[in-house]
């Protein structure tokens, strides 16, 4: 299989930036400095955006973008960012919601959630699920796709799960890139993949998994959807890389899945790491972030 040379260039980088060197503050520091400091969440203006209609709104009190391409949408799909649960949005997530709403032609439900620890996961997965029944409702299940990364990942996961539970209809799909399905980071192959992994600090993402899940159990499946009932879930597809920390969550998943008689596409991508696509440069990331356009831009016509 053919790997870009330029992913040398790209872990050349990821370890300069000291991700793994113990320079990276605690949860607890990082958290009191946000309080300070608070983490920009606003979608790019201007020429970063061009063809793109941004605008704000709101559902049941979360804070909801919506991003439109030009002509009419083909489907359109929820977007939870990764942030280990305690991080706002990123330029580059903001950058990858644009690229692939217009490569899917599908508009594109950005909702800013509460962050831990001032709200957990007893009252994230329902709030993350209300906003994705307002888009079902709004747009169809038939049309409507959860797209998520990281502990975003988990979170669209837990939040389909209580949907099911609740009897709501569900999205046509989640398109899930390397998702946290277990905060604790219980799997024993993970030990052997801290060496491969350039980007997490395990202890780190330990405190920030136990910050999220407040008074409940690590093991509970709102926190851990791993844990969960996968019986009845909306086909998947998921994107990972091989040398990811949390590798092991997707691996899971595509046993938990098909144990439960759902549909899981699964593909991991050697030597790449966490969100792999989300990196510059690479052209697996290329590849893959068409892939996902494509599913999202399954949609059974306009919706506008």
């Known amino acids: 299989m053919y790997l870009d040379p330029r992913r040398h260039l790209v872990h050349y980088v990821l370890r300069r930036m000291g991700r793994r060197d113990g320079r990276i503050q605690t949860v607890a520091e990082y958290v009191s400095a946000k309080q300070q400091n608070p983490d920009p969440h606003l979608p790019p203006i201007g020429r970063a955006a061009r063809d793109l209609d941004i605008s704000e709104g709101e559902v049941d009190g979360t804070l909801v973008y919506r991003v439109t391409p030009p002509g009419d949408a083909r489907g359109a799909f929820v977007y939870l960012h990764g942030g280990s649960y305690i991080s706002e949005i990123t330029a580059a997530q903001w950058e990858l919601v644009m690229e692939l709403s217009r490569g899917s032609g599908s508009t594109c439900l950005v909702p800013i959630c509460p962050l831990a620890p001032s709200e957990t996961a007893e009252q994230l997965v329902p709030r993350a699920a209300t906003v994705i029944a307002a888009a079902v409702e709004e747009f169809g ?7 998520a990364d990281s502990a975003g990942g988990g979170l669209a ?44 600090r395990p ?36 994107f990972t890389g091989s040398h990811d920390i949390i590798v092991t969550d997707s691996r899971q998943l595509v046993d938990r899945v098909r144990a439960a008689g759902g549909r899981i596409d699964y593909a991991e991508a050697p030597g790449m790491q966490h969100v792999y696509p989300i990196l510059p440069l690479l052209g697996e990331a290329r590849s893959t972030k068409r892939k996902v356009a494509k599913l999202l831009g399954q949609g059974q016509g306009s919706t506008r």
Not at 141 to 147: D, P, R
Not at 214 to 230: C, K, N
């Open 157 to 200: 996961v837990a939040a389909v799960q209580h949907l099911r539970n609740a009897g709501t209809a569900l999205p046509a799909r989640l398109v899930l890139l390397a998702p946290w399905l277990d905060v604790e980071l219980r799997h024993p192959d993970q030990e052997a993949l801290k060496s491969l992994d350039l980007m997490a």
């Open 141 to 147: 299940a038939e049309n409507l796709s959860v797209f």
């Open 203 to 238: 202890d780190y993402l330990l405190d920030a998994g136990r910050t999220y899940a407040g008074d409940l159990p690590t093991d509970d499946w709102r926190v851990s959807p791993l844990f969960g009932d996968f019986t009845g879930l909306p086909p998947m597809h998921v």
